[in-house]
């Protein structure tokens, strides 16, 4: 059993303990529980509505927990939401933001909404562009674009598919080189070591040119 629905399973079974003993506490008093409730009438029935968020949170929070959305110490975003899960609760989710703001979310609109598990993915993309100057010729840009595609397919760090490297725009100013490709790791420090690296890497091409 994971630790997460271990901690759900532990908080349920408190609150079913305290609620036992306290039945069991009324009973010993000599009030009889059961004709109580039933005398609430209207207002038992006003209970069952106000409680029919709480019930909707607490099988949200199950849904979560048994489709294995998230574990605590992802890094995931709901909506307009993102940072790292700190707790899953019963009721509610905790999401500590990137600016250190606590988030509580109700667990039904987290079922119920897209959730973005960023802590699952084994790469992140590189998405990118360069400009050349007008007067580098046809041969040039070739041998450029040969070098660069060469140095990225060799680099131990990048998958090598998707890989592409083309010359696809004359922008006002440049003649613009696009890049797309991926990093063979998702941790985010790597990620800028590896984009440094390929950056000077394809300053020294274009330089050497």
Request: glycine share 6%; proline share 3%; charged share 20%.
């Given at each position: 059993v994971s630790r997460e629905i271990g901690m759900f399973l532990i908080k349920a079974t408190k609150v079913?303990?305290?609620?036992?003993?306290?039945?069991?506490?009324?009973q010993n008093l000599g009030i009889n529980v059961s004709a109580f409730i039933a005398s609430l009438g209207l207002g038992g029935l006003?209970?069952?509505?106000?409680?029919?968020?709480?019930?909707?949170?607490?099988?949200?929070?199950?849904?979560?927990?048994?489709?294995?959305?998230?574990k605590i110490g992802d890094w995931i975003k709901v909506g307009s939401v993102e940072g790292v899960v700190e707790d899953i609760g019963m009721r509610t989710?905790?999401?500590?933001a990137?600016?250190?703001?606590?988030?509580?979310?109700?667990?039904?609109?987290?079922?119920n909404s897209a959730v973005d598990n960023f802590s699952r993915r084994d790469r992140r993309r590189i998405v990118a562009r360069i400009g050349l100057v007008y007067s580098t010729t046809p041969a040039t840009m070739n041998r450029i674009l040969k070098e660069i595609r060469e140095m990225l397919q060799n680099h131990p760090?990048?998958?090598?598919?998707?890989?592409?490297v083309y010359f696809d725009?004359?922008?006002?100013?440049?003649?613009?080189l696009f890049f797309y490709l991926f990093t063979k790791t998702a941790d985010w420090e790597k990620y800028l070591q590896i984009r440094e690296d390929i950056n000077l890497k394809i300053m020294d091409i274009v330089e050497k040119n």
């Open positions: 079913f303990i305290v609620t036992l003993g306290g039945v069991a506490f009324l006003a209970f069952a509505l106000a409680a029919k968020d709480t019930a909707a949170n607490l099988f949200g929070g199950f849904a979560i927990l048994t489709d294995n959305m998230f989710t905790k999401i500590r990137f600016d250190k703001r606590l988030i509580t979310l109700p667990n039904a609109t987290i079922a760090l990048i998958h090598d598919e998707p890989l592409f725009e004359f922008d006002d100013s440049s003649l613009s």
